[in-house]
Nanobody
């Protein structure tokens, strides 16, 4: 049974930083493309970024490029989302997701596994 468990969310002031973690089990993590998405109230679930199986390639949404960084530790079956220079508009529930394909995708429908989400709230 595949499980993705996010942690690290919380309340932070604008300009601050948070690091989210996503611990995976029950899947071949080192060969799984991983992504991060977020869902803000009244909005659709939005792509944040993705990382390929080795960690050698990443891709980000324009809204977070230069502020957020995705990394992974395949020995620990964990993917991370480092968020810097946070803005109130970054407030959302953040989800990690995994997909069996090798390509990084931005559409949430192309991901096979999902975590339960972690709340990030950025105050102004």
């Amino acid at each position: 049974q595949v499980q993705l468990v996010e942690s690290g969310g919380g309340l932070v002031q604008a300009g601050g930083s948070l690091r989210l973690s996503c611990a995976a089990s029950g899947l071949a993590f080192s060969s799984t493309t991983m992504g991060w998405f977020r869902h803000a109230p009244g909005k659709q679930r939005a792509f944040v970024g993705a990382i390929n199986w080795s960690g050698g390639n990443t891709y980000y949404a324009d809204s977070v490029k230069g502020r957020f960084t995705i990394s992974r530790d395949n020995a620990k079956n964990t993917v991370y989302l480092q968020m810097n220079s946070l803005k109130p508009e970054d407030t959302a529930v953040y989800y990690c997701a995994g997909r069996n394909g090798a390509r990084m995708r931005t559409n949430f429908n192309e991901y096979d596994y999902w975590g339960q989400g972690t709340q990030v709230t950025v105050s102004s």
